[in-house]
């Protein structure tokens, strides 16, 4: 049997680094289609996390209207009702500086109307006394003791339905924890998922914050609120 020639030779060195290529070529196909399954396989979470806390600040807006058909006795029974409502605030406890009195605002009523059309008071005159405190315990007694305004002739005006507004401006300071604390509980209910799959938990594929509420705790307490935080988290699912 004759040895084969330098061309034959040539050749079967040529088909052997092709099928090694080839070969190559499938197992980096067959890694990268591996890493494109553990890739696409994750599951999402919600994690949430609450905080009952105190309002740290109080807004009241005590409005008031007076009505008649002489201006100047309109006028002045505003102003009296006024010096009344700073007095009771003042008397509370609560600092000038806590106490703000908007402009007054008149409304002739006779204007746009004739005849039998026209109301029995001519002028509405009303302004709104607001007290803005951090005071909360303070302004809930007052709230409490408000009628001993109606009892010095202040007619508060209620049809708005306004009364003392409760908030709680340190957010910032409880936030962090708070997001801790739920993405902690994300990963708890991950981790049962992926315990009940039969997979393994991997890293974070994307993470969101979500929001944050501030809520009354319940309708009767309006100065204790329910801070809550919701994040939704990816995880990475791995064999």
Do not use: C
């Not at 302004?127 to 951090?134: A, E, M, P």
Request: glycine letters at 8%; a neutral charge; hydrophobic letters at 40%.
């Amino acid at each position: 049997m004759s040895a084969p020639s330098p061309r034959d030779f040539h050749k079967l060195i040529a088909a052997a680094l092709i099928g090694l290529g080839l070969a190559s070529a499938g197992w980096f196909a067959a890694q990268g289609m591996a890493g494109l399954r553990t890739a696409d396989r994750y599951v999402t979470v919600k994690g949430s996390a609450e905080k009952i806390v105190d309002a740290d600040l109080v807004v009241w807006p005590l409005a008031q209207t007076v009505g008649g058909d002489n201006l100047g006795e309109v006028q002045a029974a505003l102003e009296a009702n006024t010096a009344t409502i700073r007095k009771f605030l003042l008397d509370a406890g609560f600092k000038d500086g806590e106490i703000v009195v908007s402009p007054p605002r008149l409304e002739d009523r006779w204007a746009y109307s004739y005849g039998n059309n026209r109301p029995p008071e001519r002028y509405r005159y009303s302004n709104t006394v607001t007290l803005r405190s951090d005071r909360v315990a303070a302004a809930l007694d007052a709230v409490r003791r408000s009628g001993d305004l109606v009892a010095d002739g202040v007619m508060l005006n209620t049809e708005s339905g306004r009364g003392p507004e409760f908030d709680y401006t340190q957010l910032n300071a409880i936030k962090p924890a708070l997001i801790a604390e739920a993405t902690a509980n994300a990963r708890k209910s991950a981790e049962q998922f992926a315990k009940d799959s039969g997979a393994k938990l991997g890293g974070i594929r994307s993470a969101n914050q979500g929001v944050v509420d501030i809520a009354d705790r319940d309708a009767g307490s309006p100065q204790i609120k329910k801070i809550r935080v919701v994040t939704t988290v990816e995880y990475f699912l791995k064999d």
